[in-house]
């Protein structure tokens, strides 16, 4: 099989996945929101740690630990997604998860508008247009919700952040998780402690098979990452582009198919004028990605290059 067939494979795994976690959080009740995330970052941290141990891959730790400027930065990538965790599970456990798939139909608009005011970056007419559809979609949407769409802004925002922080660290998705969830692992074990301390913690106390859904929110937080990773570095940034809209689409439909959540016709006005502003955006993306590999596939030809190295640009 092709190394791009192969990494589409794989992005699609990853983001089915991510699609799919609005099933999986409502399994772990009567555990609290704070509760299965704390288990999440605990049991997330063993299971990279394993893959780590069978790759026997820790090359990596002693440099890392010479560069505090990428550790900082880790370390806030980790509370980033704390609070993307945790507003995700609560969201889905409270019967909001067409709130939470809004969320991340909109963070590709969130994520050009950081490109914007964080690093100077010039928006191309067609990108303005879209952030403008966006912007008239969350106040369609709040005047449908009669408040602000908070818990998908939070959402959006807190992992735009994050892929932002994560760009800056520039450190690979296997060693990231590692620093992250051993950040978070004293706090997360702390809350566990004093959870069962008091009689509230549910491990150990809804049997067996509970527990290892408490477990397996680690592995199911790995897994997709790993698949992600390996999709990476397979295609092209154009093509992961398309494939991120598979994980909001099958949580909306979770939502709406099997939570039920109501879907008054203004709600699906606002989300309809989303996906106006997701169209434009990635038809501007696609154009421009053609456009640059024809003037990359001409300055090859021009620079005598061999017809298969044209044929690959």
């Given at each position: ?38 288990h ?6 063993v ?8 790759r ?6 002693k ?36 709130e ?6 909109i ?30 979609a ?26 932002l922080v ?62 992600f ?18 994980a909001p ?7 709406v ?8 016709s ?17 038809y ?30």
């Amino acid at each position: 099989m092709p190394d791009s067939r192969r990494g589409v494979l794989f992005g699609i795994a990853a983001y089915t996945m991510w699609g799919l976690f609005p099933l999986y959080w409502p399994l772990l009740k009567p555990s609290g929101a704070v509760e299965i995330l704390a288990h999440r970052m605990v049991w997330s941290l063993v299971a990279v740690v394993a893959v780590l141990a069978v790759r026997r891959h820790w090359s990596w730790v002693k440099e890392l630990g010479r560069q505090p400027r990428k550790l900082a930065l880790l370390t806030l990538a980790a509370i980033t997604v704390t609070i993307n965790w945790g507003t995700y599970i609560y969201a889905v456990n409270s019967g909001h998860v067409v709130e939470s798939a809004l969320g991340y139909f909109i963070n590709p608009l969130v994520s050009v508008l950081f490109g914007v005011v964080l690093l100077r970056e010039r928006l191309r007419p067609l990108q303005w247009a879209a952030v403008g559809f966006g912007a008239l979609a969350v106040l369609v949407l709040t005047f449908d919700y009669g408040r602000l769409p908070w818990i998908a802004l939070t959402l959006a925002f807190s992992f735009g952040i994050y892929g932002l922080v994560k760009k800056k660290a520039n450190v690979e998705a296997t060693e990231s998780l590692t620093v992250e969830t051993l950040v978070l692992l004293l706090p997360a074990l702390g809350y566990l402690v004093f959870l069962h301390a008091g009689g509230d913690g549910t491990f150990a106390r809804q049997g067996a098979g509970h527990a290892a859904l408490l477990v397996g929110a680690g592995i199911i937080t790995a897994l997709p990452l790993l698949c992600f990773g390996a999709a990476a570095i397979r295609v092209p940034l154009s093509t992961m582009g398309l494939l991120q809209y598979i994980a909001p689409v099958l949580q909306m439909a979770c939502g709406v198919l099997i939570a039920r959540e109501v879907m008054p016709s203004s709600r699906w006005i606002g989300f309809s004028v989303v996906w106006l502003a997701l169209a434009i955006f990635t038809y501007d993306s696609l154009r421009t990605a053609r456009q640059a590999a024809r003037v990359r596939r001409e300055t090859a030809r021009s620079a005598g290059a061999p017809d298969h190295v044209v044929a690959q640009g």
